[in-house]
């Protein structure tokens, strides 16, 4: 599916690299959308307002830079959770809309106000779903694009086979689909695409980068782990999210009990309790394919390759 949008020519790889909580930051951000490839950060990773707006302005003068030098790097993205509950709601998105970022990454909740602010100063808006009825509400209110969460994505996270999401969102709406979870390679990129998604998220692979805020021994945990490695569970705030076992094992947790936990238990317990969970890490279905930890230049310059190789393969299969 060709990208509807104007950035296209931008992009070496229809891909986002996936805005991941106390991992991403301006520094990957800005190394992926030099790399022909959507950067972003989430703007809750900022302990406070005044921080995430010096992220936008590192982000927003290290790419000017980039341009001043020659180069057409890839737009950036900020993740915006646009829920009521989020008290930073309303200041973040002041400066979402003060700094016109390209591209807003809005999530758990879908209110028509905030996807008219973003294109009132020229920018678009990306809404998470995990299900065609969520597709339905966010292209009512206004989204430009659909980020359709499928199982296996790393985080918070859908839990409907990515087939099958696909599928019934394309039944109700023709916006562009973004499909996440789960996926790790140029071939993977081009299999969406044949899936009917436009553009890919892409967050697990990039924890074990030089430019990642997670700490050496995450980063080493995702070289050494894989898919066998991940549980899902609501029991820490009542949605579904994909955790990386041996984390959850190392701070006491036995899985057995972990699974019949109710969802959000956690959050209700005691404060010794939530505790007991602070150094746990979560990831995707995609851990296995993470063998090195690697610059994200590199990264992404493999992505692109393989995902090259993949086309010609294809097309040569085809033919």
């Not at 980020?147 to 994505?153: L, Q, R």
């Not at 066998?228 to 959850?248: E, Q, V």
């Not at 690697?294 to 033919?319: M, S, W």
Request: with cysteine.
């Amino acid at each position: 599916m060709t990208i509807p949008f104007d950035f296209a020519p931008r992009l070496q790889i229809p891909l986002i690299v996936a805005p991941m909580f106390l991992v991403s930051n301006p520094k990957m951000a800005v190394a992926s959308c030099r790399s022909g490839v959507i950067g972003s950060f989430p703007a809750h990773c900022t302990r406070t307002r005044e921080v995430f707006a010096q992220w936008l302005d590192e982000t927003e003068d290290a790419l000017r830079t980039a341009e001043d030098a020659g180069e057409n790097p890839a737009p950036f993205a900020v993740n915006l959770v646009v829920h009521p509950s989020n008290a930073r709601y309303e200041g973040d998105l002041a400066l979402v809309e003060q700094h016109r970022v390209p591209i807003v990454l809005t999530s758990k909740g879908a209110p028509t106000d905030v996807f008219q602010r973003i294109h009132d100063y020229g920018g678009v808006a990306f809404h998470d779903v995990a299900s065609a009825r969520h597709a339905e509400k966010a292209v009512d209110a206004g989204a430009d694009a659909l980020i359709a969460v499928a199982g296996g994505a790393g985080g918070h996270c859908g839990t409907l086979n990515p087939f099958a999401l696909v599928s019934e969102i394309k039944a109700v709406t023709d916006k562009p689909i973004i499909l996440a979870g789960g996926l790790t390679c140029g071939r993977d990129v081009l299999a969406a695409e044949a899936l009917g998604a436009a553009m890919v998220y892409m967050g697990t692979r990039f924890i074990a980068t030089q430019e990642s805020n997670a700490p050496d021994e995450y980063q080493n945990c995702m070289v050494a782990g894989s898919a066998t490695d991940i549980f899902l569970s609501a029991a820490l705030d009542g949605a579904p999210a994909n955790w990386y076992a041996p984390s959850l094992v190392k701070a006491g947790i036995d899985l057995e009990e972990l699974a019949m936990t109710k969802p959000g238990a956690i959050v209700t317990s005691d404060g010794q309790s939530k505790q007991r969970y602070k150094g746990i890490w979560s990831a995707g279905h995609g851990i296995g394919a993470t063998k090195e930890v690697l610059p994200v230049e590199t990264l992404c310059r493999q992505l692109i390759e393989e995902y090259a190789n993949a086309r010609k393969d294809f097309a040569t299969a085809l033919g």
